[in-house]
């Protein structure tokens, strides 16, 4: 066959038909010789079933956008939202953890469509969609509105220890690094080799980084892989990189979160005023909700003078409840430990304040 030698040459390429995404096929009802079928297993009151039934109401289409119609088929976004969100209710945070369990727990097998994702694929979609979890909180918010189940004149603020995804080598204290730096400065390199010299400066590049970190952001530690980690105490008395997440829930019974902050501070000192913000943010994206008045109830750690000025100054709208430090007496003695009875719940005593 002779070629026409005045026609361009043009390399073949794939050409992208469908311009939808494709995912895995769900394979709940499939029956395995050996796992069985996660369809027939689970029960019909299970947490999983219950997870996936708001989990289908949610909106995922920004997330869809992002996968390709191209290549292999992807786990369904949604699939592996509701895993983390089930995941996440029976206290596992660890992808890799979970990633294991999927291999052995029916009721997460049928959460992801009768698939097993890997630990990357776990962490990958928890690492890249933090504006979608945004998101998320802001349709569970209206989901709970139009049920009826949000109440926002009983919201209540507290906080609790993460831990990061981050080594412990990469964490930088202040006063470390200024010793290090001290050293390191004190050091004679007049006969060190010129790959001994690189080695030091980049130690003291590394420290004075630290510093400038620590000065910048006002802290005391930082963790140079993740900006939101810090060096925090842990209950089990282990100092580790970890998150202080600070969550406004709404309700008793049933609590629905309606703010969310994420951060590497030690304590909730100054907390109000933004998880506050953030929970306006959230409820004024709520269609028909109405935001005259927020009562907030926050234990002992919010009672700092920055928090308690910020309830005076916004008193015609928002009513903190804040409890002071406690002071235990015989009967707190014989409740749980940590726990405060209601009536040390006082509301905070402000100036001009009935």
């Excluded at 060096?231 to 829930?249: C, D, E």
Aim: with cysteine; net charge positive.
């Amino acid at each position: 066959m002779a070629l026409d030698a005045s026609a361009p040459l043009t390399k073949g390429r794939r050409r992208r038909l469908d311009a939808e995404p494709h995912f895995k096929l769900d394979q709940q009802r499939q029956l395995d010789a050996i796992r069985g079928c996660p369809d027939m297993v689970v029960p019909e009151e299970h947490r999983a079933r219950q997870v996936w039934s708001v989990v289908s109401s949610l909106d995922v289409s920004e997330l869809e956008k992002k996968y390709s119609s191209l290549g292999r088929r992807g786990f369904p976004p949604r699939r592996l939202l509701a895993l983390w969100l089930y995941a996440s209710l029976e206290g596992e945070h660890h992808a890799s953890k979970l990633a294991r369990r999927c291999k052995t727990d029916l009721a997460l097998q049928w959460l992801c469509g009768g698939h097993i994702p890997s630990d990357t694929t776990l962490k990958r979609f928890r690492r890249e969609n933090g504006d979608f979890f945004e998101d998320a909180i802001v349709q569970t918010a209206a989901l709970a509105h139009a049920r009826g189940l949000l109440d926002i004149e009983d919201l209540a603020a507290d906080s609790l220890r993460l831990r990061a995804h981050a080594s412990t080598a990469e964490v930088r204290t202040e006063a470390r690094s200024r010793e290090r730096l001290d050293q390191l400065k004190a050091q004679d390199l007049s006969t060190a080799t010129d790959e001994e010299k690189h080695r030091a400066r980049q130690k003291r590049e590394k420290h004075e980084l630290a510093l400038r970190r620590c000065a910048n952001e006002e802290r005391t530690n930082v963790v140079l892989t993740n900006e939101l980690a810090g060096l925090l105490k842990f209950p089990h008395g282990a100092s580790l990189p970890g998150h202080r997440i600070t969550a406004m829930a709404s309700g008793l019974a049933v609590r629905f979160v309606v703010g969310v902050l994420i951060d590497a501070s030690g304590h909730d000192y100054g907390k109000l005023k933004p998880i506050v913000e953030k929970t306006k943010q959230v409820l004024g994206q709520v269609d028909g909700l109405v935001l005259d008045k927020l009562s907030v109830v926050l234990d002992a750690g919010f009672f700092s003078s920055e928090d308690v000025l910020y309830a005076e100054q916004n008193a015609d709208w928002l009513e903190a409840v804040i409890a002071p430090t406690p002071q235990p007496d015989a009967e707190d003695r014989n409740a749980r430990p940590g726990a405060l009875r209601h009536r040390r719940w006082v509301q905070a005593d402000l100036p001009g304040r009935p």
